[in-house]
């Protein structure tokens, strides 16, 4: 079994390269990423699809906690990041995958009890109105899913969400088996269609236009842990869609160390339960990270979960600024700082082991994954 010294080799081998502090533009880091493929696949039993769906995850445990938790080992980390598939048809597998530094040449070598406003102060929270905004990027990557949350497209047929709102981590959720993604479009009356009404003084009404997604990958580190431990750093999924969407996606990214972002900020847009069938937008300062999750106090609601986290910044081998999703929206957190209560909204920062993860998901071919 690999040690500590071999997890702490894959650690650096995705080191970034930052641009001098002379650059002014916040740039987009070059990362060396890792390269994850599957070992071996064994066919489960058919899940119940038992479990109620949470639209938010709450934890006592913050920043300093996990912090303070060991490092885990190379084995832990290829079961964490070992996956569980289901199929439309209700049929499920499980994943062993293996983790590979790769040359320059390519070969392989539950705390105290409080509301769900999640609102801190002014709510600064925006509602996004009128097609010319909902239907253009990056407001479109915006989805809304089945079973109550909000997920990011990231390509043609795949969309990007919170591993809680398609397994609890002990069973799938109630509607996993049938799970579809809604698209916003206009709302046309009768005898109006193409008729241009942008004009109109009121906000155009939308409507959900859905999709059945074919299967969904979910990290056997969510489903083995849970909020309180390892669980809360791998809550995160991938949908696959039946047909392609044929709107704009955004990429996703390695996420940079929040003292790099442009701001210190992140932004993002999701479908929070307290304005039905709005999307809202909002954007805030990074309180603290951890290797796997950043702290923030984004305005959020329940709905608003697996939001994709983004940020903006300039890309120096396309010579142009450009969005990359760099974690997901999963929940809330409640802690005790120093004695003094605290609370956080917490996003999932994709690390280069989850980048490595979720492009092969998404591309199939792991050459081309290997710029975060």
């Known amino acids: 079994m690999a040690g500590l010294s071999t997890l702490i080799l894959l650690l650096c081998a995705a080191k970034d390269v930052m641009p001098s502090s002379s650059h002014w533009k916040p740039t987009w880091p070059s990362y060396r990423v890792p390269v994850i493929l599957p070992r071996s696949t064994l066919n489960l039993d058919k899940p119940q699809f038992d479990a109620e769906a949470r639209l938010e995850v709450v934890s006592p445990c913050g920043p300093e906690c996990h912090k303070s938790s060991p490092l885990p080992t190379y084995k832990e980390v290829k079961n964490y990041l070992s996956y569980e598939t289901l199929y439309a048809n209700g049929s499920l597998t499980e994943t062993e995958v293996g983790i590979y530094i790769l040359s320059n040449s390519g070969d392989a070598s539950q705390g105290k009890s409080r509301t769900k406003r999640q609102i801190y102060g002014y709510d600064s929270r925006f509602s996004i109105?009128?097609?010319?905004?909902?239907?253009?990027?990056?407001?479109?990557?915006?989805?809304?899913?089945?079973?109550?949350?909000?997920?990011?497209?990231?390509?043609?047929?795949?969309?990007?969400?919170?591993?809680?709102?398609?397994?609890?981590?002990?069973?799938?959720?109630?509607?996993?088996?049938?799970?579809?993604?809604?698209?916003?479009?206009?709302?046309?009356?009768?005898g109006s269609k193409g008729a241009n009404i942008t004009n109109s003084a009121m906000p155009e009404k939308m409507k959900f236009q859905w999709i059945r997604v074919k299967r969904t990958h979910v990290p056997k580190g969510w489903i083995k842990g849970n909020a309180n431990d390892i669980g809360m750093d791998y809550d995160y999924a991938l949908l696959e869609l039946k047909k392609p969407h044929k709107r704009k996606f955004m990429k996703i990214g390695v996420s940079p160390p929040a003292r790099h972002l442009p701001g210190g900020r992140i932004h993002f847009s999701g479908y929070d339960n307290d304005r039905p069938g709005n999307l809202v937008y909002r954007f805030c300062d990074v309180k603290d990270e951890t290797y796997d999750l950043l702290y923030q106090q984004c305005d959020a609601q329940p709905g608003a979960s697996g939001s994709g986290v983004y940020v903006r910044m300039w890309k120096r081998q396309n010579h142009k600024w450009e969005r990359k999703i760099i974690g997901i929206f999963s929940g809330h957190q409640w802690v005790d700082m120093n004695g003094t209560p605290q609370d956080f909204n917490v996003a999932v920062r994709i690390t280069p082991l989850k980048y490595a993860q979720i492009c092969y998901w998404i591309k199939g071919n792991y050459l081309d994954c290997r710029e975060g």
């Not at 069973?171 to 009356?189: D, I, N, T």
């Open 129 to 190: 109105f009128g097609k010319d905004f909902l239907l253009n990027y990056p407001f479109s990557t915006s989805v809304k899913l089945s079973t109550g949350c909000t997920g990011t497209l990231v390509a043609e047929k795949h969309v990007l969400t919170a591993a809680h709102c398609i397994h609890d981590g002990k069973s799938y959720v109630k509607g996993a088996q049938k799970l579809r993604v809604g698209f916003l479009k206009p709302k046309l009356k009768d």
